[in-house]
């Protein structure tokens, strides 16, 4: 098993990284999505809805929107279970334009059980200016399911939350005019001098000409009026899937709760050896009964009993890793300590902790 986790490793992280697109590599400066969010009424529920005594401001959206309608509600007490309060979230994305269709998030503030089976009257999606850029509407599909009976209750997933795919309708758009842009900045995603440099060139020789200049590791700077295209889309649609080879810094990523180790082909190990075992401390209780003779005074008593026992796993002595080991020689050296993941952990910091390891260290 040891092995098999560590072969996978092995094939997620090839020798070398392949040429990838600018695109995927960098976002371009000003051309990024908005946030939308909007405050909405779910009906149609089974039975899960919020409790109105426990949920006031659903009985005020409730009473509001009927009121809308023309329903005549004051004054009236109604308690229904199959509406619950819901907040909406949704993206904007970069030149969506008007009559477009977006997906949206429906996620209940209430106390409802679930919202599987409910659909979303009609809510307006705000911006950070307040403008209403969307509105959405539609039946929700929950990723969760819950039961329950008197004694007992059964969840899995999450049924208080769900999506609409294209449950938004875009109304207003954001006001950017793409075409009198004359310079753009790339900013990579991981910032790495030597990244930036081949974007640099690789733009550049596409054009003929200075077009590219790198600020730093994480900017790259475009004159779109020295690429001599048709408009500032023309050039963008050319250059962005330009390929590049990216260069990555040396990685070891650990997550402690899952026992997860993923390291990167750049990983290096100087000379080191490492040893490794276990104490085991095992305590174990079998209480005995002890009971008066028959028809003697007395009664019956429970005496415990303790067993502990201290136990040493065998050692498997140490185990050498050679200088300026590769990716490969790590995983051969700590898979013939015949360890689990959670031990390699540990023996990934302390390796890490004696100066051994030259890759950056994230613990999760």
Do not use: W
Not at 60 to 70: D, P
Request: charged share 20%; glycine share 10%; proline share 5%.
């Amino acid at each position: 098993m040891i092995r098999l986790i560590f072969c996978l490793m092995l094939l997620a992280f090839p020798a070398m990284a392949g040429p990838i697109r600018i695109k995927d590599l960098v976002e371009f400066d000003g051309v990024r999505g908005n946030d939308l969010v909007g405050y909405g009424l779910v009906v149609g529920l089974n039975g899960t809805g919020d409790g109105i005594r426990n949920a006031p401001f659903t009985e005020e959206i409730m009473a509001n929107l009927l009121e809308r309608l023309g329903v005549n509600v004051n004054g009236e007490e109604f308690r229904p279970k199959n509406v619950a309060a819901v907040m909406v979230t949704a993206s904007l994305p970069p030149f969506g334009r008007s009559g477009a269709r977006i997906d949206v998030t429906v996620s209940a503030i209430g106390d409802a059980k679930s919202l599987l089976g409910g659909t979303l009257i009609m809510t307006p999606l705000n911006g950070a200016d307040g403008q209403i850029y969307a509105v959405a509407q539609g039946t929700i599909i929950a990723g969760g399911i819950s039961a329950e009976g008197d004694a007992a209750r059964v969840v899995q997933g999450v049924p208080t939350a769900g999506v609409i795919p294209s449950g938004a309708r875009i109304e207003r758009e954001v006001e950017f005019d793409f075409t009198a842009v004359t310079s753009l900045r790339l900013a990579l995603r991981e910032p790495d001098f030597t990244t930036a440099a081949r974007i640099e060139d690789v733009i550049n020789r596409e054009f003929g000409r200075d077009i590219a200049t790198m600020t730093d590791a994480g900017t790259v700077s475009l004159d779109l009026t020295r690429t001599r295209m048709a408009s500032p889309a023309h050039a963008m649609g050319r250059l962005e899937n330009l390929l590049v080879e990216p260069e990555t810094r040396a990685r070891v990523i650990v997550d402690q709760r899952s026992g997860t180790i993923v390291m990167g082909s750049d990983v290096r190990i100087s000379r080191v050896a490492v040893a490794q075992g276990n104490l085991t401390l095992r305590v174990e209780e079998a209480p005995v009964v002890v009971q008066p003779n028959p028809f003697a005074e007395g009664e019956t008593v429970v005496v415990p009993r303790s067993n502990a026992a201290i136990e040493k796993a065998p050692g498997t002595g140490l185990a050498e890793v050679p200088d300026t080991a590769t990716l490969s020689d790590v995983v051969a050296g700590l898979n013939a300590l015949g360890v689990a993941p959670h031990d390699m952990i540990d023996i990934l910091k302390s390796i890490n902790a004696a100066g051994a390891l030259h890759a950056e260290f994230i613990v999760q």
